[in-house]
Nanobody, 124 residues
Framework: QVQLVESGGGLVQAGGSLRLSCAAS????????VGWFRQAPGKEREFVAA????????YYADSMKSRFTISRDNAKNTVYLQMNSLKPEDTAVYSC?????????????????WGQGTQVTVSS
């Protein structure tokens, strides 16, 4: 069982940056693949990025690859999402999710554990 808690969201102006954190409980966090997803009002959930448990391989949505960076610190049981050059269309609730398999795919159905989400609002 893994519990995930996101933090770091807030209000930022267009062009600004935020770093989101996903803190996990459990001593085996390093064995989990962790992903970030977002959902804007009235829109479907969208994959943002993921980082594999072993080796740290990363996977990004094409539209965010140049601006977002996912990383993890297993000693702190935390995964980060650095978001730069933010745009108003990045406004959404950002959630992290985890699963214990080796696969790394942009599919929410792969993930077994989800956090509650953190709101990111980008003003123009």
């Amino acid at each position: 069982q893994v519990q995930l808690v996101e933090s770091g969201g807030g209000l930022v102006q267009a062009g600004g940056s935020l770093r989101l954190s996903c803190a996990a409980s459990g001593r085996t966090f390093s064995s989990y693949t962790v992903g970030w997803f977002r959902q804007a009002p009235g829109k479907e959930r969208e994959f943002v990025a993921a980082i594999r448990s072993i080796g740290g391989d990363t996977y990004y949505a094409d539209s965010m690859k140049s601006r977002f960076t996912i990383s993890r610190d297993n000693a702190k049981n935390t995964v980060y999402l650095q978001m730069n050059s933010l745009k108003p269309e990045d406004t959404a609730v950002y959630s992290c999710a985890a699963h214990g398999r080796f696969t790394i795919r942009p599919m929410g159905s792969d993930y077994d554990y989800w956090g509650q989400g953190t709101q990111v609002t980008v003003s123009s």
